[in-house]
Nanobody, 115 residues
Framework: QVQLVESGGGLVQPGGSLRLSCAASGFTFSNYVMNWYRQAPGKERELVASITSFSGSRNYADSVKGRFTILRDNSKNTLYLQMNNLKPEDTAVYYC????????WGQGTQVTVSS
């Protein structure tokens, strides 16, 4: 069974940083492009960042480019999102998932950016 467990969220001030983690199991992690998504209050889920199986290509939404970095460690079956220079508009629940085959969504992790 696919399992995706996000962690690392919290409350930070504008300009602060957070590092999110996604522990994946139930599938061959290295076979899949992995994504981070977020969903802000009253908005639809949006794609934030994407990384290919062996980190050869990474892509970001324009709103986070230059501030966020997506990383993966295939030996640990773990996906990361390093978020720097956080802004209030980054406030959302953050989720990880495969780029295809969305059989399961984890609980997400809340990121709140506020002074």
């Amino acid at each position: 069974q696919v399992q995706l467990v996000e962690s690392g969220g919290g409350l930070v001030q504008p300009g602060g940083s957070l590092r999110l983690s996604c522990a994946a199991s139930g599938f061959t992690f290295s076979n899949y492009v992995m994504n981070w998504y977020r969903q802000a209050p009253g908005k639809e889920r949006e794609l934030v960042a994407s990384i290919t199986s062996f980190s050869g290509s990474r892509n970001y939404a324009d709103s986070v480019k230059g501030r966020f970095t997506i990383l993966r460690d295939n030996s640990k079956n773990t996906l990361y999102l390093q978020m720097n220079n956080l802004k209030p508009e980054d406030t959302a629940v953050y989720y990880c998932n495969r780029a295809i085959r969305h059989d399961y969504w984890g609980q997400g992790t809340q990121v709140t950016v506020s002074s």
